[in-house]
């Protein structure tokens, strides 16, 4: 029997127990693993050794990882700096073993990382919002001044949180919360939290985006996700709701393309349709907002499976197992 290891941090995670059930329903033998009780120990093995067995042993309780026959990440797990990059280093390492890790390290840190996903997404010609990196205030106040509403995303940041909005010089963060600062003031605390501004035009939208589902380079579905009364972030874990949307050939296209530009196995691709009418705005409207035209926000690699699970009823922990199978 197959053994799969499914990497997680929160073993009642909707996606985690469904790797989980759909991993026993084609008859392998899941693991359910997470990565921060991992340890790992070596040695110099030489000679005939070497081509034996590996020179480290990675273990996560009683398991050792280098006994499984394919990993698939869920949640590696957030935190320090250097805990993360272990874990990773671990999947890297996994994978240089011989064992397949799907999403593979990189892919997940090309999507993780959103000002590289969003360079990523450019080169392949893909449509995304214009987006500026800068690292220094005035800088910023220069971008800001001409798109006039933008958002400044955290490029490491997750679940929609510490989203800030900057339309006419005032700034609305995701939780709701009105900044009182100035907006100077705003970008130099932020700049020195994070040491980069990563600033995208404010795409108008109906107050909805879309988050498409690909496995394997198929769209296998998508919702739509709806913001809060009150919210312009349009996050489920922001208080967002799901609706089903069927995607157009345009939309499904780009979402294939972009979960390939970014290197997922499967992946949650969001995108802005944008307004096709937009009253009061025909004048100022940013130039590069094409009237109706969908852009990528941005392609996540451990998204979850629950929303298109509960708005359509497909589960793409069953197409992301069968993937899994065909590698054998």
Not at 118 to 134: C, D, F, Q, R
Request: glycine share 8%.
């Amino acid at each position: 029997m197959k053994k799969v290891g499914i990497i997680i941090t929160d073993p009642e995670d909707w996606t985690a127990r469904a790797l989980t059930e759909a991993a026993r329903k084609k008859g392998f033998s899941p693991f359910v693993l997470d990565l921060r009780a991992a340890e790992v120990s070596m040695n110099s093995a030489t000679g005939e050794s070497v081509a034996k067995k590996s020179t480290a042993v990675f273990k996560v309780g009683d398991t050792e990882l280098c006994d499984l026959d394919a990993i698939i990440v869920r949640d590696a797990g957030a935190g320090a700096f250097e805990g993360v990059s272990f874990r990773f280093d671990i999947l890297r390492e996994l994978e240089t073993e011989g064992i397949p890790v799907v999403n593979s390290p990189e892919a997940i840190r090309n999507a993780a990382n959103k000002y590289h996903a969003s360079y990523l997404l450019a080169k392949a010609g893909l449509p995304v919002p214009e987006t500026v990196a800068v690292q220094s205030v005035d800088a910023a106040l220069k971008v800001l001044s001409r798109f006039e509403d933008a958002v400044i995303k955290p490029v490491f940041g997750y679940k929609g949180k510490d989203i800030a909005r900057v339309e006419n010089g005032k700034v609305r963060f995701s939780d709701r919360k009105v900044e009182t600062s100035s907006l100077e003031t705003t970008l130099s605390k932020l700049l020195e939290e994070r040491g980069v501004l990563y600033i995208q035009e404010f795409i108008e939208n109906p107050g909805r985006d879309i988050r498409a589902f690909v496995v394997g380079g198929t769209a296998i579905g998508a919702i739509y996700r709806k913001a809060a009364s009150g919210s312009w972030v349009n996050n489920l874990s922001q208080g967002g709701n799901a609706d089903r949307c069927v995607l157009t050939e345009e939309q499904k296209e780009i979402a294939e393309k972009a979960a390939l530009a970014a290197g997922t196995t499967f992946a949650g691709v969001d995108i802005i349709e944008g307004l096709t009418d937009k009253p009061g705005k025909e004048i100022n409207v940013h130039p590069s907002q094409t009237e109706g035209k969908p852009k990528i926000l941005e392609v996540n690699g451990t998204p979850s499976g629950k929303g298109i699970f509960d708005a359509w009823g497909i589960n793409p922990a069953e197409y992301i197992i069968e993937y899994i199978e065909n590698i054998f």
